[in-house]
């Protein structure tokens, strides 16, 4: 589940963000993320007390897809919602591999997405393992070590698409789910969209807007763009009990 609010940050915290992106990104080589535990900067706190009062807003009913948050991920937020910050500034033609977010990190995810417009691609999890084939030749005498032999769809030699997906591989070929990010959008991520579909924004100088009847396409050139991801470190992972 992954929700958009279209701009919930007001100019002066957009400006206060490029201008700690900026900071951040000073000296060479540049750095182009900057992480923060606990305390936040002032205009990072306000941010993030605008999103957790969305987070956690009343009146949306009992209807879970109507909420920015699932109410299951904002109960297991205890106040402060979140707790840790990572500013990340993108030029034009910098991008981010796509990811699943660390574990260590509880469910809602939320990504404020400032200055420049950018697609993000959103990718589904592989297929499950298929479950082993019957052995053809149960012969224990056979020395068979082609250890991709009984995989459905892949021949051993040529690693097809099919190889890759029945492997449980990942493969950036994929066509992706393509969210529009305007700047001052703020995007939830919830249970699959947070555990399970990868998020990754393409190394490319420019994007491509279709139209909603697909008649028709406009390149956007990227310029530069801030993003400010906020997330709650879960209770286990500060016992490391979970991977970092
Ligand atoms: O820059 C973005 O919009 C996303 C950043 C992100 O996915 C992350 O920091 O994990
Ligand atoms: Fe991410």
Redesign the pocket.
């Known amino acids: 589940m992954a929700w958009l609010l279209r701009a919930i940050a007001s100019d002066g915290l957009i400006d206060s963000a490029a201008a700690a992106a900026a900071g951040a990104a000073t000296g060479a080589p540049r750095r182009n993320q900057a992480m923060r535990f606990g305390d936040f900067p002032p205009w990072a706190a306000v941010l993030s007390e605008r999103v957790e009062a969305l987070a956690r807003r009343e009146g949306e009913g009992d209807d879970d897809d109507r909420r920015l948050m699932t109410s299951a991920a904002a109960s297991s937020h205890p106040a402060p919602m979140f707790d840790q910050m990572?500013l990340?500034s993108?030029l034009p033609g910098e991008g981010?591999r796509a990811?699943v977010?660390l574990d260590a990190f509880d469910d809602g995810v939320v990504?404020a997405?400032l200055e420049s417009a950018i697609m993000?691609d959103f990718y589904p999890p592989p297929p499950p393992d298929p479950a082993p084939a019957p052995d053809p030749n149960p012969n224990p005498n056979t020395n068979d070590d082609d250890a991709t032999g009984d995989i459905p769809g892949g021949d051993g030699d040529v690693p097809g698409d099919a190889t890759r997906r029945a492997r449980g591989k990942r493969d950036d070929d994929d066509v992706p789910i393509q969210v529009w990010?305007q700047p001052g959008d703020v995007l939830f991520l919830c249970e699959d969209a947070r555990w399970t579909w990868r998020?990754g924004?393409a190394a490319r100088s420019h994007d491509v807007l279709v139209s909603e009847d697909g008649e028709s396409a406009r390149r956007v050139e990227r310029g530069h763009r801030t993003?400010v991801?906020l997330r709650k470190m879960r209770h286990d992972a500060h016992e490391l009990r979970v991977a970092a």
């Open positions: 990572i990340n993108y981010l990811h977010d990504v997405s993000m990010l998020h924004i993003s991801t």
